[in-house]
């Protein structure tokens, strides 16, 4: 963090501080709500969840040489300094703004429905060739993740590329209170959160809640394919593939596993890049990075470099080799446009192509249409064995053994039962695909199968 006091952080909470006066001068070192990683110095947020809650842990804290607590019940017996407020939750997010308002970096905030994560790595893997960059760890993209990253910036720091998350009207407003992006940009308007948002046009207005506190002149880059973003054209830059975008691409050579290559344009530039991961999406997440690496000064070589230096994440497009097979880790999470796009990448492979798939949440009423939607989708990709697990990817088993007749469909209701007979189902040298939403644990599959040696 740059410096910011104990005091500051009481007035910007509206706490009230319990503990020696002269701490409130001390620089804090880091912000937790997880006890376990506090540090000498750092700052205690005692949040109350479904299963535990941080209160319980003020002793051990303070043990390890906190510097002080935040906590919504007074203490019995204080264990060392504290400051008391009404909603501990609403205390993080209230001193990550006003943490946030001692900034001066660009902010680049990143929403949509799909492709956050990917997006929010390309961009921080282009701006990287010219600043030093904070990006979102994992998937801190939430009303906790979201204040957390914020207090991460460091005094070096010289951009911000945050990932913003959000289920319900009203979030990505108080998401965009904190962060106050300099830079807005808008991935896709997908189905995912339909149980919440009702519709497309429901999602979009409110993901567009990021301008309620996006910096006035604001630079706002929207996916110009996308019909519903498309709206958003005289207030932003658009890219697509329509070569109406102001930043398309064209030339596209699918390299199947091993990623993608086009020729982005850019008004009067144009280059070609090599994107080291598989999918056509990435070829959007490419041009996205490029409107926020030109809109920050950056030059056709640097974010060629970028580009091409992108890694994988673990659960994402995440291509990990055996002993026994090829898995392609996409389990992070899930929605059918994604799946689908998964689909296509799993097509590519030169063996014997297994797509294991489960159940993807928050699709509201749609849910069973939107799954039974991948399984006709099957029909364009020719898998050798689909395995569907979950009680909603039934949907998909029964659409895939209609529309893919050539496919052996196979459908099971927990993992138990699958990895029961996955030695039986799997064969040496398999590229196998695995994808559905993070509640489903497909992690454990994952690690299973990782653990196969060739035999």
Known sequence: MKQFTLEQFVKACRGMYQGPLELLDRPIGNVRVDSRLIEEGDLFIA?????????RFLSDVHQKGALCAVCQQKPNTPSGPYILVEDTLQALKDAAEAYRMTLSIPVIGITGSVGKTSTKEMVAAILSQKYRVLKTPGNFNNEIGLPLTVFQIEPFHEAAVLEMGMNHFGEMHRLSKIARPTHCLFTNIGVAHLEHLGSRDGILKAKAEMFDYAAKDAKVFVNGDDDKLITLKDRAGTFGLDPANQVYADQIENEGLEGMRCQIHAGAVAFKAHIPLPGRHMIYNAMAGTCVGISLGLTAEEIQTGIRSLKPLDGRSNILHTGRYTLLDDCYNANPVSMCAMLDVLNHALTRKVAILGDMGELGAQSESLHAS???????????????????????????????????????DSQEAFLKEAGSLLQKGDFILLKASHYMGFEHIVKILSQENET
């Open 47 to 55: 949040t109350v969840g479904e299963k535990t809650d941080g209160h």
């Open 374 to 412: 991948v399984g006709r989708h099957l029909g364009s990709i020719h898998a050798d064995l689909v395995i569907t697990i979950g009680p909603l990817s039934e949907a998909i088993h029964k659409a895939a053994k209609n529309a893919a007749p050539w496919s052996v469909c196979l459908h099971y």
